[in-house]
């Protein structure tokens, strides 16, 4: 969901609602759309909620980290 060809400014993370497509690619499509989509996406929206809640001065320091790899072989570097 970061492919500035569809998104402005696609490093900088916006609510949900303000992005377009609505769906995102992690989840599938067609017959093979993932049936766990909507709970997933209602325990992310809760959490953060939490999160947001209980610190509300939360802010990144730094560079963002970068996820590397593909087909579930993924790692995490700053």
């Known amino acids: 969901m970061r492919d500035p060809a569809l998104y ?4 900088r993370f916006k609510h949900p609602q303000n992005r377009s497509p609505p769906r995102h ?3 599938g499509g067609g017959a093979h759309r993932c049936l766990g989509e909507v709970l997933a996406r209602a325990e ?10 209980r610190l ?10 970068r996820v590397f790899g593909h087909a579930g ?3 995490v570097s700053p």
């Open 25 to 27: 690619m992690v989840f």
């Open 56 to 65: 509300p001065k939360l802010q990144l320091l730094g560079e963002p980290l």
């Open 8 to 11: 402005t400014d696609p490093d």
């Open 44 to 53: 992310l929206e809760e959490g953060l909620a939490a999160l947001v809640e």
């Open 73 to 75: 072989i993924r790692r």
